[in-house]
């Protein structure tokens, strides 16, 4: 099932490319924000499934384009991103050491929305495609055999990042508000049979520049559960973000549009304004590349000469 | 006004005599509510529950607070947004550190006679950082210093624990260093920001089993309240509710260990007890670091002893 917000706090199924307003499912239900929804949702999936599943069945939808969709998590609690964590297409000999950093709710924005670039004198601000993995289930210091376990869907996630700002920070590099556009839908665990053995792809105008499988991680889905979980516990409708791979990473600028897709999670649209029009070369940032594969130990991720 | 939560997640208010006033029942929805949102309610809609409030605890002597069980008062909020290296340790750095931030999860707080559990993993040691924390009271955007009162709802003790050497160092490294659960010892109350004057005029205190270790004052702080909100809400959004803990002066800091009682102090806003646990009962000097560098040790932080 593709589950999703849309309307601010409508929740949707996507049926073929129509969209199927499910929220008679939880009709009569308190809630205090559309996360609220999800998080419930998540939470006590079996006992609502039957129910979406009927409405769905007994309604064609409307298209998806009628509708204002937004991030199927638009608040979550703890957004987790792992940090470098790709072999870069096999260049990188051995992982690098297992990290990660949280990343502010509010950077969520959602399909249609806009990432607004700060005046910040950043390098550059690039693209990260990746893979998200929602929880599903509250899960401490969990082992990786049991990781799939707490895993309730998959989404689309785009860590947008600005680089050269404060020496390596992650606050001041990945929390910029409208840096995490989501969704457009969590797809069920079930409806992903391999989530390590699926394609990413990332366009900017249409122009094709993220191109990996997520078989190319450095350290796998069930090992970063089993990591994060060793410092925080996690939650239904909290959202682990898997990492990149830089090779095809490049800038955004002001009127971008850029479009991520990984296999059965449907299509993120997304666009880009920047009020002070900076402009840097389109295409892939091959410095950074370079860098990400060791195949240089200096220049990329916005250093400056 | 003091408030805090008590027993199950009610929302209490200390009257002049430091009594608990239970005010719940002021607060609409508030059975429904879920207990994160309960304060964040009283934030969002002040004007309106301030009198209310006042008015409760004129007319009622509450009940004595050591008979309630005492409860983080913002138990998951939306945001933590902690300044990094703040300080100016007492005079002895030439200049303030470039500002810097971290995100803290949410799911670490922990409060008033709670326990810090220790993690397993093997960091180098667990320090103690005694920290003013701010509450923000109105959103911020791109907040301008000289408006900085008017995003501040109120104080409170904040100790952001730190498991040091976790993680992936040099890297940015501070959600294992700063996230492990049980890291974020709040409390007891949030005072509202009209009963401190003066936020760079505080002396903050905290104690292990008794002992002083941290005793500074937030003149000493690097870059100062308004640049704080200004620089933190030029990146993110601050909400109301969210928590902004203003960062420690590390010349106090030293290892805490299984069976410790930590206490920390700022004027005015009570005093935060919490415990600590460690199911691998490991040791370190029990130095802090500025004994060691008086001692002429070499290396900053307390060695491991077993």
């Known amino acids: 099932m593709k589950l999703l917000l849309f309307d601010r706090d409508k929740l949707g199924v996507y049926k073929g490319e129509n969209i199927v307003d499910v929220s008679g499912a939880i009709s009569g239900n308190t809630y205090f924000s559309p996360q609220g929804i999800m998080n419930d949702i998540i939470a006590n999936f079996s006992s609502y499934k039957s129910k979406i599943q009927e409405i769905v069945n007994a309604n064609d939808g409307v298209p998806a384009s009628s509708v204002k969709i937004s991030a199927p998590l638009p608040y979550p609690n703890q957004l987790i991103a792992m940090a470098v964590n790709y072999m870069e297409f096999g260049a990188r000999s051995a992982p690098a050491p297992i990290n990660a950093f949280l990343k502010s709710p509010d950077s969520v924005i959602g399909n249609g929305d806009t990432v607004e670039l700060p005046s910040a004198d950043a390098a550059i601000f690039h693209h990260e495609a990746e893979l998200g993995l929602v929880i599903g289930k509250k899960g401490f210091k969990i082992q990786a055999k049991d ?13 947008v990042s600005a680089r050269g700002l404060g020496n390596g920070s992650f606050y001041w590099g990945k929390s910029w508000d409208t840096f995490g556009p989501m969704g457009p839908c969590i797809t069920t665990a079930d409806e992903i049979s391999d989530p390590q053995n699926l394609d990413i792809k990332l366009w900017v105008n249409d122009v094709l520049r993220q191109d990996f499988n997520s078989n190319d991680m450095g350290h796998n889905i069930a090992r970063c559960i089993e990591w994060v979980s060793q410092t925080t516990v996690l939650e239904p409708g909290d959202i682990i973000v898997t990492g990149t791979n830089h090779q095809g990473l490049g800038a955004i600028q002001d009127g971008d549009k850029i479009e991520i897709e990984i296999e059965n999670l449907n299509r993120l649209t997304v666009y880009v304004k920047d009020n002070l029009k900076r402009e840097w070369p389109t295409g892939i940032d091959q410095a950074t590349a370079d860098r990400a594969a060791g195949r240089t130990t200096s220049g990329g991720f916005g250093e400056r000469s | ?35 994160n949102l309960r304060v964040v309610e009283v934030i969002n809609n002040w004007s309106k529950y301030q009198p209310k409030f006042n008015n409760c605890i004129e007319n009622n002597s509450g009940t004595d607070i050591s008979g309630h069980k005492i409860l983080p008062p913002l138990p998951k909020p939306g945001k ?98 700063k996230s492990p659960n ?88 009570g005093k935060l007890t919490v415990f600590v646990k460690d199911s691998l009962k490991r040791q370190w000097a029990d130095e802090t670091r500025l004994e060691r560098q008086e001692k002429g040790e070499k290396e900053t932080m307390a060695p491991r002893i077993k």
């Open chain 2, 80 to 177: 933590m947004v902690c300044m990094a290296v703040n300080y100016m340790e007492n005079g002895t750095r030439s200049e303030p550190a470039p500002i810097n931030a971290f995100l803290k999860s949410p799911n670490s707080v922990i409060g008033d006679g709670d326990t810090i559990e220790m993690s397993e993993q093997d960091a180098i040691v667990f320090e103690h950082e005694a920290e003013l924390a701010m509450i923000i009271g109105k959103e911020a955007k791109n907040a301008k210093q000289d408006d900085w009162r008017d995003y501040i709802f109120g104080y409170m003790n904040f100790i952001d624990v730190s498991s040091r050497g976790l993680g992936a160092p040099p890297m940015d490294s501070f959600f294992a260093m």
């Open chain 2, 182 to 269: 049980t890291s974020a010892p709040m409390g007891p109350f949030i005072v509202t920001a009209d009963e401190i004057p003066d936020p760079l005029n505080l002396d903050v205190k905290l104690w292990v089993n008794g002992k002083l270790r941290q005793d500074y004052h937030t003149s000493d702080m690097a870059h100062k309240i308004p640049r704080c909100i200004e620089w933190t809400s030029s990146i993110t959004k601050l909400n109301p509710g969210d928590i902004v803990p203003t960062g420690t002066n590390h010349r106090g800091l030293g290892p805490i260990h299984d069976g410790d009682k930590i206490e920390m102090e700022i004027e005015n806003m």
């Open chain 1, 147 to 159: 990781a799939y376990d707490y895993i309730f869907g998959y989404v689309n996630f785009i860590d």
């Open chain 2, 1 to 35: 006004m003091k408030l805090l939560l008590f027993d199950d997640y009610q929302l209490g208010v200390l009257n002049k005599d430091g009594n608990v006033v239970n005010v719940s029942q002021e607060v609409e929805n508030f059975d429904k509510m879920p207990p």
